[in-house]
């Protein structure tokens, strides 16, 4: 009885402005970080002697200096605790950054894994683990911020290995996906849209995906074929053949332009200049149209003058037939997404070949009127579905024949000179291409704010439907273009190794750099020629 008299803190309850700065005295001293126990318990002395009060309910007294002593705590030790190690561990993985001096001598060294070690308090009716309380904020706090800015996936998963491996908290995963789940663009709002899409995105042959050009965020937005399928579930199949109208609307105005570009004078008169070059001179050029011819076509037109940004009126048709080639491929990729939808839809039948009819079967059992309707509008249904997965619509077909005989017609002779102008304007997407990617390796403070473009497949789709469209295929292929760029890259490559054989190291290098271009510039050609004929592919269709 005497030691319990000797130990009764219960005079601490009248010196209550006390804990505040006893508790921010316990935070500024780490190694004092066990005598949270004592003054905790020290506090709850007084309790017995508040369950005796008869002038107020002795629970509100309790609940009352039970907050009390709560905010304190949290205000002095718990807040400020998993600020700073927040802060610690966010200093820790940015630490390549320039960032606050963090010098131990200026500001000292707060050993905060103290705390952290501290076994759980029996506070009142409750247990306090600080402990569990900074693993709940953190684990809140890395969720939260993720889910704003899902891209720093990595950096929060490596500030909770940190946090294990400096503080021992075993923090929760947060399980968020790396990429992410809606719906993408809508279909609606591309088909409303399409002039703005086609230029603001690019295309990717192999993987059927569109890709935005620039953004001022830290992710660009991506189109492929899942997205096209959720929306074509979501609006019907019947989106499809509006697509292709909305599309039909804005080619008739892009091949407008487009005409109008290749009657022009100048151009027409050295199209047909290069027609009747070429058809003399075939023989002594082993039928391939010389490589300096389309490199000086490309150097006329620059001296006809170029826009604000740069674009000569050469650069601004490749762009045109690009934003023509990324229509087709968005039609592609409708027609892609309208298949996966559907195959996914008829999936559930067991036997495409063998499909029975619900409506003569329930009619058999002589069942209601209503499950009869309702079989008559599965049948329907399953029907629609079978059809399109067995036949699916041929777009592109329908696509050329409603422009081709306008194109083909003798009023239009100007447009005969197209298949001339290729060679020019692949040398122009070449060196438009190399530009990009050069410009996409470079580590520029504006990365995301201009166009850094890896794949533009829109201009080959470009090429080959307008050659389709004007039965130029052949003339083309006359032209042996792709063949004549990689004898010419060859020959300069073999003359850059001959010239410079015994030079000296330094002159080596140099040498080097420019091998190393040729063969880029030679590589973009294949991958370009590559692209051309899978684009070529799959528009290998009659039409008369």
């Not at 027609?335 to 559930?348: D, E, L, M, Q, T």
């Amino acid at each position: 009885m005497a030691v319990r008299r000797a130990c009764d803190c219960s005079f601490l309850f009248w010196s209550r402005e006390m804990m505040t700065p006893y508790f921010a005295y316990l935070y500024q001293n780490p190694m004092h970080a066990q005598r949270l126990h004592y003054i905790i318990a020290a506090l709850q002395d007084v309790i017995p002697y508040m369950k005796k009060a008869v002038h107020t309910p002795p629970d509100d007294i309790i609940k009352s200096y039970k907050k009390e002593i709560e905010e304190s705590l949290a205000q002095q030790i718990l807040d400020p605790l998993c600020r700073d190690i927040e802060n610690d561990l966010r200093l820790h993985i940015h630490s390549h950054l320039e960032v606050s001096d963090r010098d131990p001598y200026k500001q000292g060294i707060k050993d905060l894994a103290r705390f952290i070690s501290v076994k759980p308090v029996r506070f009142f009716d409750r247990t306090l683990d600080v402990r569990s309380f900074v693993s709940n904020y953190l684990d809140t706090m890395f969720y939260n911020l993720n889910t704003v800015a899902l891209y720093d996936w990595k950096t929060y998963g490596e500030m909770r290995n940190l946090a294990e491996y400096k503080y021992g908290l075993d923090l929760t995963e947060v399980h968020l996906p790396g990429q992410t789940l809606e719906q993408g663009l809508d279909v609606l709002e591309i088909m409303r849209n399409i002039h703005i899409f086609v230029s603001r995105y690019t295309y990717n042959l192999n993987n059927q995906i569109f890709i935005e050009r620039q953004s001022e965020s830290k992710t660009l937005n991506t189109i492929n074929i899942t997205h096209i399928s959720n929306s074509i579930r979501t609006h019907g199949t019947g989106i499809m053949n509006t697509t292709v109208n909305f599309t039909y609307q804005f080619l008739r105005q892009k091949f407008n332009v487009f005409s109008q570009f290749l009657y022009d004078d100048h151009i027409k008169s050295t199209l047909y200049r290069d027609i009747k070059y070429f058809k003399e001179s075939k023989d002594s050029l082993d039928n391939r149209y010389p490589f300096d011819r389309s490199k000086k076509f490309n150097k006329d037109i620059r001296k006809l003058g170029v826009t604000d940004a740069g674009l000569s009126f050469l650069d601004q048709f490749r762009i045109l037939i690009t934003q023509i080639g990324n229509a087709m491929g968005y039609i592609r990729l409708v027609r892609s997404g309208g298949r996966n939808y559907v195959a996914n839809a008829i999936k559930f039948v067991p036997d495409l070949q063998d499909i029975h009819k619900f409506e003569e079967l329930v009619t058999k059992e002589n069942l209601p009127a209503e499950t009869v309707t309702a079989a008559k509008n599965l049948d329907l249904a399953v029907d629609t579905l079978s059809k399109n997965f067995a036949e699916g619509t041929e777009y592109f077909k329908m696509l050329v024949s409603v422009f081709a005989g306008e194109f083909r017609n003798p009023q239009n002779q100007h447009l005969r000179n197209f298949y001339m102008i290729v060679p020019p304007l692949t040398l122009n997407f070449i060196e438009h291409i190399l530009l990009s990617k050069d410009r996409l390796f470079k580590k520029t403070k504006n990365l995301g704010s201009e166009a850094l473009v890896f794949t533009d497949d829109g201009f080959a789709i470009g090429v080959a439907y307008i050659l389709k469209l004007l039965d130029q295929n052949k003339d083309f292929d006359s032209l042996h273009w792709f063949e004549s760029v990689t004898k010419r890259y060859e020959q300069e490559e073999r003359e850059t190794i001959e010239k410079n054989r015994n030079k000296s190291k330094d002159d080596q290098q140099t040498v080097q750099l420019t091998l190393k271009k040729l063969r880029n510039q030679l590589m973009e050609f294949e991958l370009l020629k590559y692209s051309f004929s899978g684009a070529r592919i799959f528009q290998q269709f009659k039409f008369h």
